[in-house]
């Protein structure tokens, strides 16, 4: 089969463009067409493989309409012990690999995912899509280049982050600096990559936005405190160090690595891409094409070259949306069945909890992935794209994303409170965005009488998460020391809430007519309103960035 590499080296530009970004010009009818097709073709395989069969609870739907009735939503818990265990007699196809994310603290370390063949390849023709749509100018034009030099900040292939840099350097023949840093520590691959960029240039960067600005930190602080014989030895080092100097003079500031590297292409991904990428691109010298990426499924939707929304990739998944109403419904009592709705039903301004079925011999069957995503408007007016956009708004279940750095689970946060030895009633804890940077925010009833200030019970708690993290050798808190400094993160805070706040939020519950099980508020992710009958008088929350068609709208 035809690659996109194979396309970029034939010097064929309008087919590897169509190959790699022709869903921007779908019509919402095709769009459907095509989901709908690859999801029976998924439903035979689900019907020939064990834990196919195991996770649809016996049903052989026939069609869309009945494999939506007849299936059960699905957390990865339904796919225990096979997954972890990377089974592959009872999965649809043969894997042709395996990747993983960040697990539950002490019941499974890491998420597995398999990968099959097929869907590695078209894998890679939308990680190639992304990086052509990363390189366009605001006309759409975009740079083909062989062996674009690409920094990557991310894992090695085996994780969900690193599958996408690996893909990418397939589809569009990059070379990746370090060239051989997958087994170095973090620090180091950063120093490794730091040199050869300085000596062979730099065209790209690809990873988290708060990892790509703490790089861009890192780089600005080391640029001074090059070897004088790395120098030397190295003539186009020095070349660069030079020209770079000399913009910094002229604008009247520090050098900063886009004084350095005139950038083509930065492409992140994660939890925290508002609230860091506008520092990525204040260090780096070009804006950040933001994708919607996840282990258990790729890349589910990209910006194009306007920056605005994101747009759904149709041939990776099949999407299912959670309306908020239902989302609410199921959060009040967790037996309930969220009912769903398909894209071309989806509705502007409205908050969906996302579900995901994989195609092409995938397993993640009505997948709940736990995010919560907005609908910006139902297509692109400026570019003609007829497919809805979206922004991510926030998790929905019981993790806590902070700065792209680990999730955080009830049972983790609640070990940790427990350590600190502080006396309490309960608590409920969620990410928001303060001062434009991402925080775990505790909100807690402290025991009677007990006298403490925020300040401290948040460095108790951050203290507790280091250990945790240790113990648990999950990295919950990965570079977190350096990146507290680098960026001047704050990443937890407390607010102390009123005495009587939880039983109060109970007997508001009680009145209510709510039943037994569900007379407590979750700790993890509360909403808005159980924050507000706690007692909390305005809530902080993240906010997606306002679109130019938003804007437009509101004139």
């Not at 500031?253 to 939890?271: E, F, H, S, T, Y």
């Not at 309490?424 to 969620?430: E, G, M, S």
Request: some cysteine; overall charge negative.
């Amino acid at each position: 089969m035809t690659s996109p590499v194979d396309l970029l080296r034939e010097g064929r530009k309008e087919d590897l463009w169509q190959m790699c970004c022709g869903f921007l010009y779908l019509s919402m009818e095709q769009f459907m067409a095509i989901q709908k097709r690859l999801l029976l073709e998924e439903i035979e395989l689900l019907k020939d493989s064990e834990l196919g069969r195991r996770v649809m609870r016996g049903a052989m739907p026939e069609t869309v309409e009945e494999f939506r009735e007849q299936v059960p939503l699905t957390t990865y818990a339904d796919y225990l012990p096979e997954l972890v265990e990377k089974r592959e007699d009872v999965l649809p196809t043969k894997p042709a690999a395996w990747v993983h994310t960040i697990g539950r603290a002490g019941e499974y370390n890491f998420k597995w995912v398999p990968l099959s063949e097929r869907s590695l390849y078209e894998f890679e023709r939308v990680t190639g899509g992304v990086g052509l749509l990363a390189s366009c100018n605001r006309q759409g034009d975009f740079l083909v280049k062989d062996h674009l030099r690409l920094l990557a900040t991310m894992g090695s292939p085996d994780y969900g982050s690193g599958i996408v840099a690996y893909l990418t350097q397939q589809a569009l023949d990059c070379d990746i600096f370090p060239s051989n840093g997958e087994e170095m520590a973090f620090q180091e691959k950063m120093e490794s990559g730091f040199r050869e960029a300085l000596s062979q240039g730099l065209d790209a960067l690809g990873g988290v936005p708060s990892i790509l600005a703490y790089v861009g930190e890192l780089f600005k602080q080391r640029i001074m405190d090059v070897d004088a014989r790395f120098l030397l030895s190295r003539p186009k080092a020095s070349a660069r160090l030079m020209v770079g100097l000399i913009k910094s003079k002229l604008a009247g500031r520090p050098m900063l690595p886009k004084d350095i590297w005139p950038v083509k292409v930065i492409i992140g991904g994660g939890a925290d891409s508002a609230a860091f990428a506008k520092r990525v691109e204040e260090l780096w010298g070009r804006e950040v094409l933001e994708i919607y990426v996840g282990t258990e499924g790729g890349i589910y939707a990209t910006q194009t070259w306007d920056h605005e929304g994101m747009t759904f990739i149709p041939n990776l998944n099949f999407f299912e949306f959670i309306p908020e109403r239902e989302w609410f419904k199921w959060q009040l009592d967790h037996s309930y069945q969220p009912k769903t709705i398909l894209l071309d039903e989806v509705k502007a301004g409205e908050k969906y909890e996302i579900v995901i079925t994989n195609f092409h011999g995938g397993i993640m069957t009505r997948y709940r992935i736990g995010d919560t995503i907005k609908i910006t408007s139902l297509r692109n007016e400026k570019l003609n794209i007829d497919i809805p956009q979206m922004v991510f708004h926030s998790r929905a279940d019981d993790f806590v994303d902070v700065a792209s750095l680990g999730r955080l689970t009830e049972r983790v946060i609640r070990q940790a409170m427990e350590n600190t030895g502080i006396p309490y009633v309960d608590w409920v804890a969620r990410k928001e965005v303060i001062d434009n940077k991402p925080v775990l925010h505790v909100y807690l009833e402290p025991g009677d009488e007990y006298i403490a200030s925020e300040e401290g019970m948040a460095a108790a708690i951050r203290e507790q998460f280091k250990k945790l993290d240790r113990k648990y050798r999950c990295n919950y808190y990965r570079l977190i020391g350096d990146m507290e400094t680098v960026l001047g993160l704050k990443p937890i805070e407390v607010t102390l809430l009123p005495q009587g706040a939880f039983s109060s939020y109970i007997s508001q519950r009680q009145s209510e007519g709510v039943a037994v099980n569900s007379l407590k508020p979750p700790h993890i992710n509360p909403s808005d309103e159980m924050l507000s009958l706690l007692g909390v008088p305005k809530v902080v929350v993240e906010a997606a960035p306002v679109t130019e068609v938003e804007r437009a709208a509101a004139r």
